[in-house]
């Protein structure tokens, strides 16, 4: 028995905190239905981020479309920032009560995912990265986590799973398994070659039982111009100074005509170690960083009931617009009004928070994972990007 939810679970309201079990009972007791309009935003991002790339909204428009709601959102992949808006919901409270739960937690963890891949995607440069998190997760999150790295930026994914989910081959090398069983790493490689097809790059875990500066040197005289790569998945207890491992294994290959052979790197690898390895590597492997992305911490609360302004302490009352220079790219809330805004840089802003689903009719044309990451690599290549410089 696995403890997950499944489908139906999720769309009949049961995964709710059970507050909204009670809250409901009590508004259908009394006769209470209110016309609402809630909001989903950020006061904070984690660890300091300055901004952080919305995601999930495919999810969390398949859950409102069983429901009679309206929904206005920013389209998936925006960047955003603190305490603008990105999602709004119009609906009678007693038909989006239980499902606030849900709908938060379908864009919560997506957006941190996606977030944490933009950021390694912005200091890896034109590096590969690939995602390598799913064995860190739950196994039924593998193809959201994955699908959320991938639309955040990352060139692949290494679950086949989730491969089907974005429409992408996985990827992947070897694990040291392989290279145990066989009883050595030349033989791994030379059988690789051998049984797989030859689409394939073949690319050699070289840490698994020989210093890595021999081992490069074995595979790339064993394969030759058929080595692609070679992966350093080195422990952390035996990298001392990783850079200058990889640093001497280039010098030895480049020394010997083997300056073809790429190098990729795995393991516990942070964003801070990027900007040090990055002269000396070729791509990078990204795991529990990834997948363990801190989440993005939004609320949802109500901001207008029957037509009115009202909210809690602490929250800003009204239905609200989110807008966006496109010139500049800098970014502005307002009110829900007709009025037309214009940036400081002299260009007008334009509405980002659009109209996507009302009574279970999309209002847009959902874009593709793909276009959702070309979506984000676009912004990533901005100089500035709203009101904070990436």
């Known amino acids: 028995m696995f403890h997950t939810a499944d489908a139906q679970d999720i769309i009949k309201g049961r995964i709710t905190d059970v507050y909204f079990e009670r809250t409901l009972k009590i508004l259908k007791e009394k006769g209470i239905n209110p016309l609402v309009k ?75 995912v996606a977030t944490k891949a933009a950021r390694f995607r912005k200091l890896a440069g034109d590096r590969t990265v690939i995602s390598f998190g799913a064995r860190r997760m739950h196994p039924a999150l593998a193809p959201m986590i994955e699908r959320n790295a991938y639309v955040g930026g990352c ?14 081959d996985p990827m992947g090398t070897m694990p040291h398994a392989l290279i145990i069983c066989m009883g050595s790493t030349v033989d791994a490689i030379r059988a690789y070659d051998e049984i797989l097809e030859p689409n394939l790059k073949r690319v050699a ?13 074995n595979v790339a005289e064993a394969m030759g111009e058929k080595l692609f790569a070679v992966r350093f998945d080195t422990p952390g207890s035996r990298r001392g100074n990783f850079y200058r491992i990889i640093e001497e294994c280039r010098w030895e290959l480049n020394l010997r005509g083997y ?65 966006r220079c496109s010139a500049c790219g800098k970014g502005m809330i307002v009110p829900w009004n007709a009025e037309k805004y214009t940036c400081e840089c002299g260009k007008p802003f334009h509405d980002i928070l659009v109209p996507v689903c009302e009574n279970g009719k999309y209002l847009v044309e959902m874009p593709s994972h793909r276009e959702i990451r070309e979506f984000v690599l676009r912004q990533l290549q901005s100089a500035v990007l709203g009101r904070q410089e990436l």
């Open 259 to 323: 300056r073809h052979v790429k190098f990729y790197v795995s393991g516990g690898i942070r964003e801070e170690d990027l900007p040090v390895l990055n002269p000396v590597v070729d791509g990078y492997g990204i795991g529990t960083s990834i997948s363990n992305a801190p989440v993005v911490d939004y609320a949802m609360d109500i901001v207008e009931v029957e037509g009115k302004p009202l909210a809690k302490r602490g929250k800003w009352s009204g239905s609200k617009r989110t807008l």
């Open 38 to 112: 809630v909001e989903f935003f950020a006061k904070t991002l984690p660890q300091g981020w300055q901004w952080a790339v919305f995601s999930g909204l495919d999810e969390a428009i398949s859950l409102a479309k069983y429901l009679p709601v309206k929904v206005r959102a920013i389209r998936e992949g925006t960047f955003f920032y603190p305490y603008e808006p990105v999602m709004e919901i119009e609906a009678r409270y007693q038909d989006l009560c239980v499902y606030e739960t849900a709908l938060l937690g379908l864009i919560c963890q997506a957006s941190g």
């Open 205 to 217: 875990l070289i840490d698994t039982f020989l210093d890595e500066k021999f081992e490069v040197v």
């Open 155 to 168: 060139d692949g994914v290494s679950v086949g799973k989730s491969g089907e989910v974005i429409g992408e």
